[in-house]
């Protein structure tokens, strides 16, 4: 794809402070994808609207290359149409069962991690001081006192009015806060032996947790805190994640074998079959069924049956179609080593 402006062809458009934007901007700079950083609304930016007003967005030139007629969003999408019209670097393990195993934890990291994230920046009086104050800022250094105040104010009453939409609520927030120590500590011991979750090269699963971590361990003070305290390599590799347009990739090299993962990455799975994969079914039932909430039981690190309660999630009705779309797809036998990594962990219920 070329234009006539001599800019990259494509524009990444949004704000520092969003974990997606993160995530996506972490996989253009690995791919080596020539790009246009753009922060989202601010006096820069001239792109136009996104099919729905999310970030972050990519855009792609219009055919006569004096505009963008393409403006897409959704990360996970996003980086598939980037594997389809970029060569090089493939963020897809060549392994089709390796290729879905790396879905399910891109999933885990977009739809669960995020909900620590959420939870962390809108629950805490510090954190939530720090993202009032430098949120609004995130596109408009010129903002006077006033705005800024006013910019607070909207910010965090929003935000923390849709803690609950996501699931932080006091009633959820031991099982939330266990779980980020839980994929802390198996992101630590998985960094003690070797650099991403799959082998020697990042997959979509490594972007996805990625951007939410760049957010916990990076931003929001009391997450951030309890990485320096339990997990320090975590907060190193996510600085490293950011970019990777210098690591050396070899053709489809670098995978692992999915007879050899990790067992820190096998625990990974065993987390998200522990607490998302629950969570995900139960939520597909409620959207079915029109109640108006989501209960279900997650067993906690004490053993103990806790539920966990949030109101169902369009969105995530969706995640499950697509892990479902994608398990479907694979060949029998394919489906049948991912059986073999997922049995036991709690994702196999997804499946079944
Ligand atoms: N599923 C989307 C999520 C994108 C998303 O939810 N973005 C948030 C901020 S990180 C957003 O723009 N929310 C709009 C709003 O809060 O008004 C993805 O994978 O990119």
Redo the contacts with the bound molecule.
């Keep these: 794809m070329s234009n006539t402006s001599g800019q990259p062809p494509i524009v990444l458009a949004g704000q520092y402070w969003?974990?997606?934007?993160r995530k996506m901007r972490a996989v253009l700079r690995y791919r080596q994808i020539p790009f246009r950083w753009m922060l989202r609304g601010s006096k820069w930016d001239d792109l136009p609207d996104a099919p729905v007003?999310?970030?972050?967005v990519i855009a792609y030139p219009n055919e006569a290359g004096d505009g963008y007629g393409d403006v897409t969003?959704?990360?996970?999408p996003q980086i598939m149409r980037l594997e389809t019209e970029y060569e090089g670097r493939s963020v897809v393990p060549t392994d089709p069962a390796l290729a879905f195993i790396d879905m399910l934890l891109e999933d885990f990291g977009?739809e669960w991690v995020t909900k620590m994230m959420y939870h962390y920046r809108w629950a805490y009086e510090p954190d939530i001081d720090k993202a009032g104050k430098l949120l609004p800022l995130g596109g408009n250094l010129q903002l006077d006192s006033d705005q800024a105040q006013q910019g607070y104010e909207f910010i965090t009453q929003r935000q923390i009015g849709r803690r609950a939409l996501v699931g932080s609520t006091e009633w959820n927030t031991p099982l939330i806060e266990d779980s980020y120590r839980q994929v802390l500590a198996m992101l630590q011991a998985r960094f003690s032996r070797g650099d991403f979750l799959l082998g020697d090269r990042p997959g979509r699963g490594d972007f996805g947790i990625f951007g939410q971590l760049t957010q916990l361990v990076q931003f929001d003070p009391t997450s951030m805190q309890i990485a320096v305290d339990e997990a320090p390599k975590v907060i190193r590799w996510v600085e490293r994640a950011d970019d990777l347009s210098w690591l050396p990739v070899d053709g489809d090299d670098g995978w692992a074998s999915i007879d050899d993962l990790d067992p820190a990455v096998k625990d990974l799975l065993g987390e998200c079959g522990r607490t998302y994969a629950p969570f995900l079914a139960a939520n597909a039932e409620a959207l079915m069924s029109g109640a108006d909430e989501v209960v279900c039981e997650i067993v906690g690190l004490d053993g103990k049956v806790r539920e966990f309660r949030q109101a169902p999630f369009g969105?995530q009705g969706k995640c499950l179609k697509w892990l479902r779309d994608a398990y479907a797809a694979l060949s029998d036998a394919d489906r049948e080593r991912v059986d073999g990594v997922l049995a036991g962990t709690g994702c196999e219920q997804l499946f079944a």
């Design positions: 969003s974990p997606y934007t007003p999310i970030i972050p969003v959704d990360s996970s977009d969105y």
